[in-house]
């Protein structure tokens, strides 16, 4: 038997030629050094940081060449397939604008190069594999669960590379009748690639990132088809889909490269050039617990999938300002230098890309969004926070619906100047941090913070005497200031901070002390933004309110 009738055998179905492929999918027509690249997430949980990390470096490289950026869903295991997860990943694709120029969603198709789901290329998939049995490069293999399992407890014992190969690639040895006699009577195989590697004889690979690297060919029969459903591995399905769709430039996780000897020669055995190749590092972190750096773990560290970063309404550009931190070394002096250019604009170096594993620090995307969240004007941040209460949390959302005007006073507290305040992190930072202004809230937890005066007479003559005589909301914040100096001297404390250094038994408090009175009571707290400002926001009729009910719960 023919290996052509052995093939046949195999794919009766099958008649389209590599060929035909070929022609169906044509190199694209980009100008010089536009690069085409894909994010290519199997669907077996959540997008996480290091997913969201390649998606980004994808977009920039794209974008900044003039090429094409493309969504492939790799659902060929599909026993690991978890709902959701395909809906999550075009969400969080949106959310953060580096949606694909080329995908398939929801009985959409966008692009010239699909099927852009694995399962729906099976022809394609068969196809190739037909070719490679045909020239001699791939065979069935019937070798059962049980005898894979012996033969690998036999390479561990005497200490031999694990995998099959050579003499224990029993059926490449079978011939094309025997092989057809086992298919006719039913018994299950998977399809293997036949090496033509040679592991004592070296070949260099060159990563963008890593550099030359030299590598011992393949040796190793690997499956190409699995058995349950006829999809290919992923080694297989890469190697095909990626020649098919035109894709210059892989960009994919450290993992995979162990597995480029075998990559190397499958595209060889087609005849095909190799994209270039971009491994990203590991994203690392630092135990809190420990203290040690460690990988980031789905299971162990929430901010590992992005779920988190939604949820807590960290703005958008952010996170992506964050992950391009870590995933090149020159990416915060060009954020410094181009504060205004949109991220995709930045010249992606594989070269500034850390080997040896990228420390993700929530710390630094706090700084980097509070960074950016004081430089907003009051009405945008009012904007994204009440967009995302509404999605996070209704009662927020009908708060800041009602107080819209007060929100975005108290919002432009010390903002809209030079040094702006750098108070939230995120969207879901900012109501721990100014409930107190909303009446309702406000109620809910009475604790007063009180420092050095805390009698509760003389809070109250403190506050009466200032509300019933001096406050004035037509007052500039020196006339403001001048005014709580005045009375605070004529109750008996120090308006002048020198005078009550030198002296502090001849005054109840100073100034400060009767501010943080004023701002405690009003307030509860004994830290706020501007209390000038507060006043204001809060009004006269409020802040009587409010000296009410310190009275009764104090
Ligand atoms: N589906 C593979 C993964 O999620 C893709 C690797 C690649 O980008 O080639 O790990």
């Known amino acids: 038997m023919t290996n052509k009738e052995l093939a046949d055998l195999i794919f009766p179905n099958i008649t389209k030629t590599i060929e035909d492929y070929e022609k169906l ?194 040796d190793i029969d690997v499956p190409i088809m699995k058995s349950e459903n006829l999809l290919p591995t992923y080694h297989f399905a890469h190697v095909v889909d990626d020649h098919l769709m035109r894709t210059t430039h892989v960009v994919r996780g450290n993992e995979w490269m162990s597995s480029v000897p075998l990559h190397y020669e499958l595209f060889k055995a087609f005849g095909y050039k190799m994209p270039k190749y971009i491994h990203t590092s590991l994203i690392l972190k630092k ?108 009662n927020i959302a009908s708060i800041l619906t009602k107080y819209k005007d007060e929100t975005i006073k108290f919002l432009n507290i010390e903002r809209e100047t030079k040094k702006p305040r750098k108070d939230y992190e995120n969207y879901s930072s900012i109501f721990p941090k100014s409930w107190y202004m909303y009446d309702e809230e406000w109620n809910k937890d009475l604790t007063y913070e009180f420092g050095k005066i805390n009698n509760k007479e003389e809070i109250i003559n403190i506050m009466e005497e200032y509300l019933n005589n001096y406050y004035d909301s037509n007052d500039t914040q020196d006339e403001w200031f001048n005014k709580i100096k005045e009375l605070a001297e004529k109750m008996g404390y120090a308006s002048d901070m020198k005078a009550y250094k030198e002296n502090p038994d001849n005054y109840k408090g100073n100034v400060a002390d009767f501010t943080t009175v004023m701002r405690v009571v009003l307030t509860t707290k004994n830290m706020t933004p ?11 009729d409020r802040m009587l309110k409010r000296l009410e009910i310190f009275k009764a719960n104090f």
């Open 25 to 218: 999918y044509p190199e694209r027509n980009l100008k010089e050094g536009a690069k085409v690249v894909r994010f290519a997430p199997s669907p077996t949980g959540f997008m996480h940081i290091g997913n969201m990390m390649s998606a980004t470096i994808n977009y920039c490289l794209a974008k900044s060449s003039g090429g094409v950026f493309f969504l492939r869903n790799e659902d060929t295991d599909q026993a690991r397939s978890v709902d959701g997860a395909i809906d999550f990943i075009h969400h969080i694709l949106n959310y953060y604008h580096i949606s694909p120029d080329e995908y398939e969603y929801d009985n959409k198709t966008v692009g010239n190069y699909g099927p852009y789901i694995q399962s729906e290329r099976i022809e394609i998939y068969h196809t190739f594999i037909k070719h490679l049995i045909e020239i001699g490069r791939a065979y069935p293999c019937f070798l059962t669960p049980e005898e894979l399992e012996e033969i690998r407890e036999y390479q561990a014992k005497s200490k031999k590379r694990i995998g099959i190969y050579g003499r224990y690639a029993k059926y490449r040895y079978t011939s094309n009748d025997e092989l057809a006699a086992k298919i006719k009577a039913g018994e299950k195989y998977v399809i293997r690639f036949r090496s033509e590697g040679d592991f004592n004889k070296k070949f260099i690979f060159e990563d963008l990132t890593q550099g030359k690297i030299e590598f011992p060919e393949n």
């Open 530 to 540: 501007n209390l000038y400002d507060i006043m204001n926001i809060l009004g006269k």
């Open 287 to 394: 135990d809190e617990e420990t203290g040690t750096i460690r990988k980031i773990s789905k299971r162990k560290d929430p901010e590992a999938l992005m779920f988190y970063y939604e949820d807590k309404g960290y703005p958008v550009i952010a996170v992506i300002d964050a992950v391009l931190t870590i995933a090149n070394s020159n990416y915060e002096e060009w954020r410094t230098n181009n504060p205004d250019k949109p991220f995709y604009e930045f010249p992606f170096s594989p070269k500034k890309m850390s080997t040896s594993g990228a420390l993700f620090d929530l710390d630094k995307l706090d700084n980097i969004s509070k960074n950016y969240l004081s430089k907003m004007s009051a009405s945008a941040l009012y904007d994204e926070y009440l967009a995302w209460a509404k999605k996070h949390d209704e």
